[in-house]
């Protein structure tokens, strides 16, 4: 069973910076592939990023190409998002997921993934 969990929610103005972490213990196959998501309110799911763990390989979404930046520390079992030069349009709970490669898999979509955190909030403000 994998678990994760996140923290480093908070309010910022925009052009601020956050690092939002992602804690994850369980199958190390379980999760190579480990994305972050979003949510805000009256919208679907959205996806913002994702890493595989095995080759270090990064997926953005174009809303935050450039500005955002995931990483991991495999020793330590954490992957984080760094975001940078925030927008209020990035306003929204946050969630970390994890699924094992698979050929075929489409990492943008949420159905790639099989574990979810409880998600942290980010509020940007003008």
């Known amino acids: 069973q994998v678990q994760l969990v996140e923290s480093g929610g908070g309010f910022v103005q925009a052009g601020d910076s956050l690092r939002l972490s992602c804690a994850a213990s369980?199958?190390?196959?379980?999760?190579?592939?480990t994305g972050w998501f979003r949510r805000s309110p009256g919208k679907d799911r959205e996806f913002v990023g994702a890493i595989n763990l095995r080759d270090v390989g990064t997926y953005y979404a174009d809303s935050v190409k450039g500005r955002f930046t995931i990483s991991s520390d495999n020793a330590k079992n954490m992957v984080y998002l760094q975001m940078n030069s925030m927008k209020p349009e990035d306003t929204a709970l946050y969630f970390c997921?994890?699924?094992?490669?698979?050929?075929?898999?489409?990492?943008?979509?949420?159905?790639?993934?099989?574990?979810w955190g409880q998600g942290t909030q980010v509020t940007v403000s003008s």
């Open positions: 369980g199958r190390a196959h379980s999760r190579l592939l």
């Open positions: 997921a994890a699924g094992p490669v698979a050929i075929g898999m489409v990492i943008n979509t949420p159905r790639a993934y099989t574990n």
